[in-house]
């Protein structure tokens, strides 16, 4: 039999099966984005409703776009904020309370 040269499988890094914006925020991602900065708008439309002031709006609105901008970025270990506090808050949904009575059982009934 001959032997094959072994050859290693050069992976490079950030490269992905879909178009993606910039790294970590792609197409999926933008959706998400659009959608919780069009809620970041309707609680400043309500804001400004109560306040009347234009530059606490202003400032929510930028502040607001821009977190939510980095809230859905994916990370490197491939998952962005939004998916890990639902990870999280689906993990804490799984645990268990277990009751427990404590019983001496050393003491000695009489």
Not at 77 to 97: C, D, H, P, T, W
């Amino acid at each position: 039999m001959e032997e094959r040269e072994k050859e290693d499988l050069y992976i490079p890094t950030y490269v992905t099966a879909q178009h993606e914006y910039f790294p970590g925020f792609g197409k999926k991602e933008l959706y998400l984005t659009i959608l919780m900065s069009a809620f970041v708008i309707v609680f400043s439309i309500i804001l400004y409703g109560i306040s009347r002031d234009l530059s606490i709006v202003v400032l929510t609105i930028m502040i607001g776009i821009t977190a939510c901008i980095g809230f859905n970025t994916r990370l490197e270990g491939n998952i962005s904020m939004r998916a890990f506090v639902l990870l999280f808050i689906a993990y804490l949904k799984e645990q268990q309370v277990y009751l427990y009575k404590y019983k001496d059982e050393w003491k000695v009934e009489e």
